[in-house]
């Protein structure tokens, strides 16, 4: 078979043991990628060393189940992991968002033998890229890359031939396997029924020859993540490696739920962050303003309506990350006893609050310069790559639609639909 075989290596990660463990190490890995986050984005230096921190330090393997080997933490543990690290780098945050999403993939729609390789390659500190989105088409569940047989279309070797163009494929740069969305058949040109082709998963190997991964990302914020583009010309896939994705969702689901609540963590981060900035700089570098000393208060931070608008600004981020465990909580016991109703709960809570932290990001990030004052606006202090990344990262999907299903939900009590983006 023509199939470039991955030679699976000794484990070099770390196993983290449980919720607590990898709490822990969340936390002391965002204190470590603080550090040097304003110079990567200022520079767009792609932080390829924190990434090999982060496999070695088992966070990635966190949901990998109980019974293959993982710590199979909590919604809400993961959902805290991905806040703490947005709250250091919010570009960081966002490369592995898309990993545990096909961790998930395999949970849920996996056979055993895929589970045992992938789990394994996982908690060994493998990373998933991410090949999903695509340009030109009619909406961004419009799928034109294809899945088929080889040869004279029996497919009875077993090996698929994958072609398409994938864009804000985050992660796939420095990947070991690139998860790519795919339909199984059909023409690929929006017709002749594309649309009843079946979505799967294809899990490529990063350097599968046809696969091209291309460094062309150029937003304005959000900016090493690498989202660029990948390429794929006749890629050779065993039927092992796919995943039939559409099954997902033919009953009650959480994978959106699950891949949105991690949005929403890194929003609430980003908000997080952003605070904590604004103060340090308002504590250390801001001049208080002439009025304030007239009335006796000879400090910024004594001004009493600067006090007043970072209280008004704590509560938006106190908010957010309440909202944000509720949610979390909301898919872990919708996990425990996954029915229509729990399922429908789990993604209106998950909604909630990444709308909630959605514009709490966006409204933190832009008011830090309003209570750090003028020379915040330096560009070499690069303070305003929290309203960056959080403009940016917020444009991944609209909230206006969420806030119609959350209130399609309580005004009529009507389920959101089952898809990946809800």
Do not use: C
């Not at 932290?357 to 409204?363: D, G, N, S, T």
């Amino acid at each position: 078979m023509a199939v470039r075989a991955h030679v699976v290596a000794q484990a070099v990660a770390h196993v983290v043991a449980d919720d607590a463990e990898a709490l822990a190490v969340a936390a002391a890995l965002a204190e470590e990628f603080r550090t040097g986050a304003a110079a990567r984005d200022a520079g767009r230096v792609l932080p390829r060393a924190e990434l090999d921190r982060l496999s070695a330090s088992g966070l990635l393997g966190v949901t990998v189940p109980r019974a293959y080997g993982g710590a199979e933490v909590s919604a809400r543990t993961l959902a805290e992991v991905f806040r703490l690290l947005a709250a250091a780098d919010p570009s960081l945050a966002q490369i592995p968002q898309s990993h545990f999403v096909y961790v998930n993939v395999l949970r849920g729609q996996g056979t055993d033998a895929q589970r045992k390789f992938f789990f394994g390659e996982v908690l060994a500190g493998r990373r998933f890229g991410n090949a999903q989105s695509e340009k030109g088409t009619a909406h961004v569940r419009d799928i034109r890359t294809r899945l088929v047989p080889r040869g004279d279309g029996a497919g009875g070797d077993g090996v698929l031939l994958l072609n398409g163009e994938k864009h804000y494929a985050t992660g796939a740069l420095f990947a070991d396997w690139i998860p790519v969305l795919a339909r199984l058949g059909g023409t690929g040109d929006g017709r002749h029924g594309d649309g009843d082709s079946p979505l799967h998963v294809a899990y490529v190997h990063r350097d599968a020859p046809g696969v091209t991964v291309v460094d062309d990302w150029d937003g304005m914020g959000q900016r090493t993540t690498a989202s660029g583009t990948v390429r794929l010309v006749d890629v050779e896939v065993a039927a092992d490696r796919v995943v039939p994705h559409h099954l997902t969702f033919e009953g009650p689901q959480l994978h959106g739920a699950l891949a949105q609540l991690l949005h929403a963590a890194i929003d609430a981060g980003i908000a997080g962050g952003a605070l904590a900035e604004a103060a340090a700089f308002v504590r250390t570098h801001s001049r208080p303003w002439f009025e304030a000393v007239g009335e006796g208060y000879g400090t910024t931070a004594e001004d009493p309506l600067l006090v007043q608008r970072f209280g008004e600004l704590g509560l938006d981020v106190r908010a957010s990350d309440a909202v944000l465990r509720a949610a979390a909580d909301a898919v872990d016991a919708a996990s425990a006893d996954l029915t229509d109703s729990s399922a429908a709960e789990a993604s209106i809570a998950v909604a909630a609050a990444k709308v909630h932290a959605a514009r709490a990001a966006v409204e933190t990030g832009s008011a830090l310069f309003e209570v750090a004052g003028t020379r915040a606006a330096l560009d070499g202090l690069n303070l305003h790559r929290y309203w960056r990344d959080a403009r940016t990262h917020t444009l991944h999907d609209p909230v206006r639609w969420k806030v119609q299903h959350i209130g399609r939900y309580v005004l009529r009590g009507t389920r959101p639909p089952r898809h990946g983006l809800l």
